[in-house]
């Protein structure tokens, strides 16, 4: 089907607002069959409109959004003779572009979606749709410069770069900056020699700014006499930059709402650090800051590293909107740890549940009970190495416990390595990972992971800002820079923090210890609401080794009250990522497209006793999700040794039922926490979304 029709076409738009504006041409691709859910889509437009206005230099407005309510990337346009806010600084939008994509994007036709946006860079093809008369002629215009027969792979280079050239010859002289028509006057003779420079473009959908930014400096960077190769980190894929490129350039140009990709390729390089919209509207603005910078490091290198940082402190003649803020670095730096922890979580979780699984068809009810004592170091037949029999299922159930175990003790120290990659790039893994791993062994958890991969990101980022002699300069991010942000990183954490968590374990066992006679109703709110604190953390052990061990205490008998201090752990470790996965499912647009695949794995995590499964969403949002936690999981564990649920089996989830004495309380304690959780949870969230007008936080629907 093609990309855009005649009933696709708008020409007399008429809204008192961009919002109100976007649902006329929604309401065509309702129409013509390629959205199924108009509300849905046009809240996931309004949702990308309130992290960066889409209206450009020159009279655009390009509203877009992926959306799971678009069947097939489609295009409607829409023309305003009085115009239309869109948020640009030169005035309001004439020339509309609706763009919409499918949730998962659509290879072929997310190819074509960056030939439009450097279409709309060309003053030409604007000025051919301003004079456009029927619906038909617009069809024609669009299709003559985006059309959905692709050329050959040979050939799309050189169609691309026609229309770089053509944007580039056809641009006027601007009255105000603009990026179809800056710098069209040649560099005079006697200016700054040419230089080479380089540039990553991204945005959060990867759709219309990531290349319209990559096209503006192009033509920036041709009509002031340089050279520039730009990488776009888009939804259309991304062809890195050759290293001979990035060797021989002068200076870099990141121009991104993402962070970038393999940043640390460009290590000694001048670079000037903005968002996208920036390059979109002032590009030329760009190229010189850049080639003033590369002017500079080539005349004195350490003058110009005092420089590059003094620019960084000081760009107060930006545009907000225009940079990357503080929140959005911190959110991409988690959710960059994130994003590499989560397989880690999840293959752990689900080979631990399988050996569960068949560990109780081979040895029956005790089955996931016993499984747990094979291990790599163990002794006698329980060493899985010496005694694995290929025809023997126990070998078997025993071969994926010990997997999903290695797997399980991974998270922590991926996410530290991971957040301190995103600050850091390539230096930051080293301290991130080796303090992980010390925070993980010093029962620390997740949040002792997020704690060292911060630090570690920030002192290697802050090592490798020295200014060091040439000779150093080489050896600086393989060896100096991991070594002595690992032994800050390291050391801090081991000398300040560890103790005192030690000392506030050994306080919280010891309170709980005194309990363990009294109320059950009480014991099992506060061992409830440990178990939902920290999801894995110090706190929710603790809960989980007083319980586990008045059950090791109850022996044979079947009527011992240590019985009793376990159900109050076990059903509240499902609540938190049942609940999440409740509540991705019920209110999806409060989350990003990772987290709804998440909440979807959470769900077979959190049936097998594995509260980490929520750990993503906590990273992410720590305080709504670990108050909603802490709520849900008390209401859980209080109910259920209250009316007398019992459980011998220290671990299992789902594969355990049969042991548990009063199963139909156990469900109605686990549903109430579940759906007090999900409660809290969605309305924390929603309080949060109306607070900033967005329905969600920014990448949550768009990235």
């Known amino acids: 089907m093609a990309l855009i029709t005649e009933s696709r ?15 006329t041409p929604a309401e065509t691709l309702v129409a013509t069959g390629r959205s199924t859910d ?24 390009i509203p877009h959004a992926r959306s799971a309510a678009i069947s097939e990337p489609s295009l409607v346009f829409g023309r305003s003779s009085e115009g239309i806010d869109w948020g640009a600084k030169d005035g309001p939008a004439t020339l509309i572009f609706l763009i919409a994509a499918p949730e998962g994007g659509g290879e072929a036709h997310m190819q074509v979606l960056p030939k439009l946006a450097k279409a709309l860079m060309d003053k030409t093809f604007r000025a051919a749709l301003e004079a456009a008369t029927s619906e038909s002629e617009v069809v024609d215009i669009v299709n003559a410069r985006v059309a959905l027969d692709e050329p050959s792979a040979a050939t799309a280079p050189a169609a691309a770069a026609s229309t770089t050239t053509a944007s580039a010859t056809t641009a006027a002289a601007p009255s105000t900056p603009d990026p179809d028509a800056q710098g069209e006057q040649p560099p005079s003779s006697d200016g700054p020699a040419p230089r080479h420079l380089v540039a990553v473009t991204s945005c959060p959908t990867g759709i219309a700014h990531t290349y319209m930014a990559a096209e503006a400096l192009e033509i920036a960077a041709k009509e002031a006499g340089h050279t520039i190769s730009v990488e776009t980190q888009g939804s259309a894929g991304s062809k ?59 005349a004195d290198p350490d003058r110009a590293a005092a420089h590059a940082a003094s620019v960084d402190a000081d760009d107060s003649d930006l545009d907000a909107n225009d940079e990357v803020s503080t929140a959005t670095k911190v959110r991409q730096w988690l959710m960059t740890g994130v994003s590499y922890m989560i397989p880690f979580v999840a293959a752990g979780g689900i080979l631990i549940a399988l050996s569960f699984m068949l560990a109780r068809v081979a040895l029956g009810e005790q089955g996931a009970i016993e499984i747990t004592k094979y291990a790599l170091d163990a002794e006698g037949k329980y060493n899985i190495t010496n005694s694995f029999s290929p025809l023997s299922l126990t070998s078997w159930a025993a071969l994926l416990f010990v997997m999903g175990g290695a797997a399980f003790g991974s998270p922590v120290p991926i996410l530290s390595g991971y957040i301190a990659y995103a600050i850091a790039d390539r ?6 990972i080796v303090g992980g791993w010390i925070a993980a062994t010093m029962g620390a958890g997740f949040l002792g992971g997020l704690a060292t991969g911060f630090s570690a990101g920030f002192v290697a980022r802050w090592v490798s800002g020295w200014t060091v002699p040439a000779g150093v300069r080489g050896i600086m991010p393989v060896v100096v820079i991991p070594l002595l942000s690992t032994f800050i990183t390291a050391g801090l954490f081991i000398t300040v923090p560890g103790r005192p968590i030690t000392r506030l374990m050994d306080n919280l066992t010891a309170a709980l210890e ?48 240590q019985l009793r201090s376990w159900p109050p752990s076990w059903p509240p470790a499902w609540s938190p990522p049942l609940a999440m996965a409740l509540a991705t499912t019920v209110r999806p647009r409060l989350f990003t497209e990772p987290e709804r ?27 709504r999700v670990m108050a909603s936690s802490v709520v849900g999981s008390a209401v859980t564990g209080g109910i259920a040794p209250a009316a007398g649920v019992t459980l011998r089996a220290p671990h299992g989830g789902i594969w355990v039922l049969p042991l548990m ?43």
């Open 427 to 432: 230096p930051g893994p080293v301290p991130g």
């Open 514 to 561: 005194g309990m363990g006679g009294g109320s059950s109703l009480v014991l099992g709110l506060i061992l409830g609401a440990m178990m939902g604190f920290d999801l894995g953390g110090p706190v929710n052990k603790v809960a989980y080794a007083f319980a586990t061990t008045g059950l090791a205490t109850a022996g044979a008998a079947t009527d011992a009250v």
């Open 240 to 298: 890195p930059l050759s290293r001979k490129d990035i060797q021989r350039a002068d200076a870099v140009i990141f121009a991104h709402d993402l962070e970038v990709r393999d940043k640390g390729r460009f290590a000694g390089k001048p670079t000037v650090d903005v968002g996208v919209k920036k390059a979109v509207s002032d590009a030329p603005e760009l190229v010189q800051r850049a080639t003033k910078l590369a002017d500079e490091w080539a």
């Open 9 to 23: 076409v708008v020409l007399d738009l008429t809204a008192p607002d961009r919002h109100a504006a976007t649902r």
């Open 661 to 703: 004495g009063n199963f139909l309380m156990f469900v109605v304690a686990l549903v109430v926490g579940v759906l007090v959780m999900t409660a809290i949870v969605v309305a924390l969230k929603s309080h949060a979304a109306r607070t900033t007008g967005v329905d969600s936080d920014p990448q949550r629907v768009t990235a």
């Open 597 to 623: 695949e998440n909440g979807r794995a959470a769900r077979l995590l959190g049936a097998s006793f594995i509260s980490e499964g929520a750990i993503p969403f906590a990273a992410a949002d720590p305080i």
């Open 38 to 61: 108009l509300e849905g889509f046009l809240e996931d437009v309004r949702a990308r409109e309130e992290v960066m206005a889409t209206g450009l230099p020159g009279g655009i407005g």
